[in-house]
Each structure stands twice: as structure tokens, then as C-alpha cells.
């Protein structure tokens, strides 16, 4: 089936870690994107990229890195700079432009 | 003034009733339009695109109001499963950045 993999389902971050959180997709969009939901907070949007080897920071960019060396993958950092990383984290993708997005299943971050 | 705003709820209404949700956006470029449904701790999925004339899909329909600036979802013979938060979903200008209200709470009870 096609669609948009997150893992890991769960992350825990020690003090002074990076993490890596990985998104995979298969419906051959050209753009991703990742956001960062809180408690009763609308999405925010941490980095986008229209095409493979290019992106854009968002509106919270700031502790976050990413990179886009495939097509099909779009992998978020949680940098240490990143003082307070426990969220809800979504990836998106869609096929270009302003089209509608379609999410993965997010993945949770809490510190411990 | 917030780029999305909605009331954040919650609705309770009967199964069978019919519910209106408005959202407001401040940017007149705003071209683009989407509800989406997020079900408690999970990711947002989208319920319908929302175009300029007004569009149907079964119980739901979507209205755009591009001179008051807002845009309205209808639901009609509510479902217990529809209880859900809708989040009205506008391109920020004309952009393909896409900026997410806050939602709104929707609880259908039996």
C-alpha cells in the first residue's frame, strides 16, 4: 500500500542527545514536510522541501536539522539546541504545489 | 489576529443533528482551502478540499465566504463517529505553505 512510514512510534531523549526521527514515503510525492503538534495547539511547521537536495526552514526552525538526499525520505534531527522537544511529531508529503497533504502516523518525543 | 482561527468547542450534539463549524483566515491571497479530521492521538487526515462554488461529499459540505473570509464545514445526520477535532487548513498567501487552526472539538453522543 502507499503511504507515509514514521518510526519510530515512540522516542525518549536524554539530556545533550541528538535524535533522529525517520519518514519514508512511497506515493512518489515531490514535497515533505514536517510539523510539530502540542497540546491543544494547531500544527507548526519545522522544515519543508519541494524537491530531493533542497529545503526550506519553516516557522520553528530553531534546534531542528534536516536532509533530503532521496526522493522518498526526509529525516528530522532533534538537536540538542531544541530546549523543549517533547511533542507530537508529523510528516506529510504531497504531490507538489498547493495540494493537500497526506501525514504519517507521527511519532511521539518526550524527555527523560 | 491569528492566520487560522476557530472555535475550539467542544460541540456536543445528538446523533442525527446537523453542526456547523465557521474558521476565518486573515490572508485575502489565501487560495487554497482543506478541512481535516484528527481523531485523540492521531495524525490529521483530510476530510475535503474546499472550493470557491461550494462542494459536497455525503453528509459533508464545505462553503467558501472569500469576501467575510471564512469557510464553513456542515455535517449533517452526525455519527457517533464523527466525533473528532476538525481543523480548517489554509495556504499561507499564495504560497504552498499551509497553516493549521488550532480546531474544533466535535462530540456526537447517543
Known amino acids: 500500500d502507499g503511504g507515509i512510514t514514521q518510526s519510530p512510534k515512540y522516542l525518549f531523549r536524554k539530556e545533550g542527545q541528538n535524535v533522529t526521527l525517520s519518514c519514508e514515503q512511497n506515493?512518489?510525492?515531490?514535497?515533505m514536510y514536517w510539523y510539530r503538534q502540542d497540546p491543544g495547539q494547531g500544527l507548526r511547521l519545522i522544515y519543508y522541501s519541494q524537491i530531493v537536495n533542497d529545503f526550506q526552514k519553516g516557522d520553528i526552525a530553531e534546534g531542528y536539522s534536516v536532509s533530503r538526499e532521496k526522493k522518498e525520505s526526509f529525516p528530522l534531527t532533534v538537536t540538542s539546541a531544541q530546549k523543549n522537544p517533547t511533542a507530537f511529531y508529523l510528516c506529510?508529503?504531497?504531490?507538489?504545489?498547493?495540494?493537500?497533504?497526506?501525514f504519517g502516523d507521527g511519532t511521539r518525543l518526550s524527555i527523560l | 489576529r491569528k492566520e487560522v482561527e476557530q472555535d475550539p468547542g467542544p460541540f456536543n450534539v445528538p446523533e442525527g443533528a446537523t453542526v456547523a463549524f465557521n474558521c476565518t483566515y486573515s490572508n485575502s491571497a489565501s487560495q487554497s482551502f482543506f478541512w481535516y479530521r484528527q481523531d485523540c492521538r492521531k495524525e490529521p487526515k483530510l476530510l475535503m478540499s474546499?472550493?470557491?462554488s461550494g462542494n459536497e461529499d455525503g453528509r459533508f459540505t464545505a462553503q467558501l465566504n472569500r469576501a467575510s473570509q471564512y469557510i464553513s464545514l456542515l455535517i449533517r445526520d452526525s455519527k457517533l463517529s464523527d466525533s473528532a477535532t476538525y481543523l480548517c487548513?489554509?495556504?499561507?498567501?499564495?504560497?504552498?505553505?499551509?497553516?493549521f487552526g488550532t480546531g474544533t472539538r466535535l462530540q456526537v453522543f447517543p
Open positions: 506515493l512518489n510525492h515531490d514535497a
Open positions: 487548513v489554509v495556504n499561507r498567501d499564495n504560497t504552498d505553505k499551509l497553516i
Open positions: 474546499v472550493y470557491s
Open positions: 506529510a508529503s504531497s504531490p507538489s504545489g498547493v495540494q493537500p497533504q497526506h
